[in-house]
């Protein structure tokens, strides 16, 4: 599998801890894990001792044979030939007798018997020459036993320093893969200082799909460690190949397991390809997972958090279901008694294909909008599902977004390249009815897979697709009339096809782009003079400034071949 990164999600400045505590697996968080994923420790330890003492019954084998081998082997090593052995002991003896004298006149120069009476007449007369006033210096091992050196060094602090995350830093969360091993890589990133690097890495059992922040503590969170039950937190759940929602502290490092999983594994095997028919052409048929309201049978590919109900995640997935997950509830048992696990509250079967994506509405906090491969999007209220209304489209959805800024508006991207904007409350009940979109964008050749709209400047949209290119648009409204849509700017990012480009939550011209080359970028629009003129009005009526670079607004991390090829050329230069 080529290296990628399939989604990317900013944290807001101020957020996250400024510093992060490093995971500690105790007795109590041991329990936790255990519970969560499934391990019964104990059936564990009698199985390894079963297959310890049938290892030691057997004796034998593969390994058996190689240790009678080498035994064998040491056995002939050890038998000694008495007679051989004697004469060996006789000839070194007469060697020896012969080349005593010959030693001791070589030795005697050097007067070795009366070395130590040398070392007490010196030290009697005073001393040991030049070098004797090294007598009363003492040797400390550690400078911290040292009481000359006020000063002490303390690992811990300088761990606590490279770690520390100012207020004036956005973390940006990065879901990789490189070489089949997927991760969430977690950057900071410092706009004043136009800096990004890479702060630490949480490890993943899957391929990742989807990515959403929220702050709400989950009830098996593994907070543990702090002093009482944390409101406010810094989490990030993710969405993979698997059929469970992880999700993650990002205020811990090194963490080994997350703080709490929704749903559990597919214990079936259904999701297993089997070749079926005969001759030379085989067809795979996949087999269709029976679904369940508890919890998902198939991969998730999107998430959506509720920022007013906080303890609310929605999530969409392949097995054709959006679910509800409160993570204010505790995991129960499950039926058949091998752990615990977290069930959906609520399950809906709104589409006839692989649901794609889906986002709670700011304003409406009870509406959902989802989009699937059957090309439609529904909009319906999580009470009264039944009563929802949608739109059919000309391809696979890639991408839905509500308009922050108009609550009954909402923006689809699809594979063909196109990018509609619809309004919900123009939409019929019946898809058979025709649902025409307000406008429609074409804005890439092939998929339009990224899409998000400005929440600090009106009418401001970002679009990336599989044409490796970031395109930001200027959308203005007129009282009464059709919108007019113009491209303000648009950036090869060199991040191959792109996957997911998202608007800063601080910087109203900021956005982080990654993609294809498991790259990525951070591109400050507001660095093009033309991108500042056009949004110049936008920008006043918000409130924002938009601070002048000089350099070209494409920030990224730089990579040890890039810093070795920079300081070839600088010396190169130098020559010159």
Not at 52 to 76: C, Q, T
Not at 126 to 135: A, H, L, M, W
Not at 397 to 409: G, M, N, T
Request: negative net charge; proline residues 5%; contains cysteine.
């Amino acid at each position: 599998m080529s290296s990628l990164i399939s989604c990317v999600a900013w944290v807001k400045r101020g957020v996250a801890a400024q510093h992060p505590r490093k995971y500690v697996l105790d007795e109590k968080e041991l329990e936790r894990v255990s519970a969560l994923a499934h391990i019964e420790l104990e059936d564990a330890r009698v199985e390894l001792e079963r297959a310890h003492k049938a290892a030691i019954k057997m004796g034998k084998g593969a390994e058996g044979e190689e240790a009678d081998d080498n035994d064998e082997d040491e056995d002939e090593e050890q038998w000694v030939d008495e007679e051989d052995d004697s004469m060996a002991v006789d000839e070194i003896q007469t060697e020896e007798s012969a080349e005593t004298p010959a030693k001791k006149d070589e030795l005697s120069q050097y007067n070795l018997d009366g070395y130590d009476d040398d070392d007490e007449d010196d030290e009697a007369a005073g001393g040991f020459g030049p070098f004797s006033n090294i007598k009363g210096l003492t040797f400390y091992r550690d400078n911290t036993d040292d009481p000359y050196i006020t000063v002490k060094e303390d690992p811990e602090d300088e761990e606590r320093e490279e770690l520390e995350i100012l207020p004036t830093d956005n973390l940006i969360v990065a879901a990789k893969t490189e070489d089949d091993v997927s991760q969430l890589e977690i950057y900071v990133y410092d706009d004043s200082q136009e800096n990004v690097y890479v702060h630490h890495d949480l490890m993943l059992p899957n391929f990742p799909l989807c990515l959403e922040w929220l702050d709400f503590s989950p009830a098996s969170s593994s907070g543990i460690h702090a002093d009482g039950p944390a409101k406010f937190g810094n989490y990030i759940a993710v969405g993979t190949m698997d059929p469970e929602i992880e999700i993650w502290s990002l205020d811990v490092v090194e963490s080994m397991y997350p703080d709490m999983v929704l749903g559990r594994p597919d214990k079936t095997a259904a999701h297993v390809p089997v070749p079926a028919g005969t001759g030379k052409k085989k067809r795979k048929k996949v087999k269709q997972r029976p679904r369940s309201s508890i919890h998902h049978v198939d991969a998730v590919l999107g998430l959506s958090w509720n920022r007013t109900h906080r303890h609310m995640l929605a999530s969409a997935s392949a097995d054709q279901t959006v679910k509800l997950w409160d993570l204010s509830r505790a995991p129960v048992a499950d039926e058949d008694g091998t752990g615990e696990s977290v069930p959906a509250v609520r399950s809906f079967d709104a589409h006839k294909d692989k649901v794609q994506a889906v986002q709670w509405n700011q304003t409406e906090p009870t509406v959902l909008l989802s989009g699937s491969y059957d090309r439609t999007v529904r909009v319906f209220d999580s009470r009264a599902p039944d009563t929802g209304v949608g739109a059919v489209l000309g391809a696979d959805v890639e991408a839905i977004r509500w308009d922050p800024w108009e609550s009954h508006a909402f923006y689809v991207s699809l594979e063909n390249g196109l990018v509609l904007n619809f309004d919900a409350r123009t939409l019929p009940t019946d898809l058979a009815s025709p649902s025409p979109a307000r406008f429609t964008v074409s804005a890439h050749d092939g998929a339009a897979s990224a899409l998000d709209v400005n929440p600090l400047i009106r009418g401001c949209i970002c679009t990336g697709g599989a044409d490796k290119v970031v395109k930001v648009w200027n959308i203005d409204q007129t009282e009464g009339g059709k919108p007019s849509v113009s491209m303000v700017a648009s950036r090869n990012l060199e991040v191959g096809k792109v996957f997911s480009a998202v608007f800063s939550p601080d910087d109203p011209l900021t956005i982080a782009a990654a993609g294809s080359k498991a790259k990525l970028q951070i591109w400050d629009v507001g660095a093009n003079a033309g991108a500042r003129k056009a949004f110049a009005s936008k920008l006043a009526e918000a409130g924002k400034v938009i601070k002048e670079r000089e350099s070209t607004g494409l920030i990224g991390v730089v990579s040890d071949d890039e810093e070795d090829t920079d300081a070839e050329g600088d010396e190169g230069d130098d020559d010159s």
